[in-house]
């Protein structure tokens, strides 16, 4: 889904989350935080491109998109909204986290 460019770091603060890479070191006031955001991709199996995108890991009752996470990654996406920070991500060495207590509630503030 296109979207009007957002930076990381108004994601973060626009979702209550915080920021890290790979290795769990807080990226704040770090020039990755000005990353621009210009798509949200919800669906790994249907997305227009990866550049400047943000995957969103969201879990229901018959799936969890923390599943699809290293997929998304191998694709090209190196940016992502995550509730929790599982140790395959650890070997994702350029990739970028917004971990919050819930990403469809997350995703639905930042909407707001």
């Known amino acids: 889904?296109?979207?009007?460019?957002?930076?990381?770091s108004s994601i973060v603060e626009a979702t209550h989350g915080r920021c890290f890479h790979a290795?769990?070191?807080?990226?704040?006031?770090?020039?990755?935080?000005?990353?621009r955001i210009d798509q949200i991709i919800t669906d790994s199996?249907?997305?227009e491109t990866v550049r400047s995108a943000l995957f969103v890991a969201l879990r229901s009752r018959k799936n969890d998109g923390h599943r699809y996470v290293r997929?998304?990654?191998?694709?090209?996406?190196?940016?992502?909204?995550?509730?929790?920070?599982?140790?395959?991500f650890e070997t994702m060495p350029d990739a970028f986290f917004i971990e919050v207590e819930d990403t469809m509630?997350?995703?639905?503030?930042?909407?707001?």
């Open 1 to 8: 889904m296109q979207i009007a460019s957002f930076t990381l």
């Open 23 to 35: 290795g769990g070191r807080i990226m704040a006031g770090a020039p990755a935080m000005d990353m």
């Open 45 to 47: 199996r249907s997305f």
């Open 71 to 88: 997929k998304m990654y191998v694709e090209g996406v190196r940016y992502f909204l995550i509730s929790c920070f599982l140790p395959e």
């Open 105 to 112: 509630i997350a995703l639905q503030e930042w909407a707001a």
